[in-house]
């Protein structure tokens, strides 16, 4: 089969001679394929360079014209320009063509009025397209490939259209972005708009709805470039193994425009750490432990609270259908046990997978910030609970611009503080310390 690329100028007469003519032979002849590239005429010169240097070919005029030969293991074969194909025709189909002059030059018009046409319309399509732009900081992170996939979900952003995926490393590994960024691509996941790569900060953050932050520094610059670039709704979400407390504070310290509501710290994957330990111990799956609350510094003195929490499908005494489900507490009737040996496995579990695949635990970390995500994106439960790092509510009576882990429930894809739980003395002397642990991080960090 002969396969042949015909390339020129949009407003070129030979270009629409030779264009006319490869038409012909491809509805006459069964194994003649013509592939067309027509190039506006100001983009013309650094497009044939540009393809000549690549395929070491030399040529200067409008149309170029080539044959592929991919079907045999070679490369592309330079045939010339319009004189060259227009000899080819005839000596191998024994075809040429008569078009007069005012013919070409018409049809050369009407090329380059179809073209305009098209790009006019192309561009009237993309402005119609309002995707959502998500910011993914330390994208190269083994918590990045594991949250890539999933942002790009009509499950986890419903009534979304399209998603402008922002890829931030500020290492320099311009290289590993770009390799990240054709895997992205090669999802074909059909809400993925596009992919963009940045190593430093001169677009970041621009018209961000979502930010996922990840890294352990720069969060006082972060935080100003957030509040004057990003949209005003924008969800921003800060993750990682250390002082994620401390950096949304950072955060918030630097930020006078977007409203703190805005920026929340995860807990979930401590949460889901101690639901799994309750499981194991009462022989339960982990998802039948439900509404356990974490307060207090996430990555630091944080407490892990029972007082709303659920089993389901627990095998004792008392037992019923599959909705059923009773007071963890009521179960779990060892105080000591809960005040003390359950607090330092909590502590211990992420530590132990730490050490076992000599990472942190990347895949636990991605799933919280998407149950987060989707709650906030009004997928869950008007009953859910869940532990976010938030601005001190006032009623804590807690120092201003400490940011603690405290129960919150999503309605209307705002979050809120849950008020039907006790603070006992014990707990708030938990939350005072939490509190100064965090005070005194702020100040060494200020200095």
């Known amino acids: 089969m002969a396969k042949f690329v015909l390339a020129g100028k949009t407003d070129c007469p030979h270009y629409a001679k030779a264009e006319l003519l490869a038409d012909s032979l491809q509805r006459c002849l069964p194994n003649f394929r013509i592939h067309k590239i027509s190039v506006l005429p100001h983009a013309w010169k650094e497009w044939l360079e540009d393809t000549c240097t690549r395929n070491g070919w030399k040529h200067e005029q409008s149309p170029l ?26 000596d191998y189909y024994s075809v040429t063509s008569d078009m007069p002059t005012d013919i070409m030059l018409s049809v050369a018009s009407e090329n380059l009025d179809t073209k305009m046409n098209s790009i006019v319309e192309e561009q009237h399509r993309v402005s119609l397209i309002k995707p959502l732009h998500i910011w993914l900081s330390s994208a190269l992170s083994p918590t990045g490939h594991f949250l890539i996939p999933n942002l790009l979900s009509a499950e986890v952003f419903p009534n979304t259209s399209a998603i402008s995926l922002h890829l931030l490393n500020l290492e320099g590994k311009e290289e590993q972005l770009q390799w990240l960024r054709m895997e992205t691509e090669n999802l074909a996941l059909p809400l993925l708009y596009q992919v963009t790569i940045h190593t430093d900060l001169e677009q970041a953050f621009k018209e961000a709805d979502v930010i996922l932050l990840q890294d352990e520094y720069r969060y006082r610059e972060y935080g100003q470039l957030i509040d004057t670039r990003a949209k005003r709704e924008v969800k921003v979400i800060v993750s990682g193994d250390s002082f994620v407390n401390l950096r949304c504070s950072l955060l918030l310290d630097n930020v006078n425009v977007i409203d703190s509501n805005q920026f929340v710290t995860v807990a979930t994957q401590l949460e889901n750490e101690a639901r799994a330990i309750i499981a194991r111990k009462l022989k339960v799956r982990t998802s039948d432990v439900t509404h356990v609350i974490v307060w207090g510094n996430i990555s630091g003195s944080f407490y892990i609270d ?3 929490a659920k089993v389901f499908n627990y095998d004792g005494p008392i037992k019923g259908p599959a909705y059923f489900s009773q007071p963890a507490k009521n179960i779990l009737q060892e105080r000591k046990w809960l005040e003390t040996d359950f607090q330092e496995l909590v502590r211990c579990q992420r530590a132990a997978v730490a050490s076992k695949t000599c990472r942190a635990a990347p895949m636990s970390l991605a799933n919280g910030i998407l149950e987060v995500l989707k709650a906030w994106n009004g997928i869950c439960g008007p009953d859910e609970i869940f532990s976010l790092g938030v601005l001190c509510p006032g009623d804590y009576n807690l120092p201003d611009g400490i940011v603690l882990s405290v129960p919150v429930i999503f309605t209307d894809r705002k979050w809120s503080v849950l008020s039907e739980v006790t603070r006992e003395d014990n707990l708030k002397k938990r939350l005072e310390i939490a509190a100064s642990e965090l005070r005194q991080v702020c100040e060494i960090t200020q200095r």
């Not at 014209?65 to 005839?90: I, N, P, T, Y």
């Open 65 to 90: 014209v080539w044959r592929e030969l991919v079907d045999q293991g070679g490369k592309a074969m330079l045939l010339g320009g319009f004189s060259d194909f227009l000899e080819h025709c005839q």
């Open 306 to 308: 029972l007082q709303r």
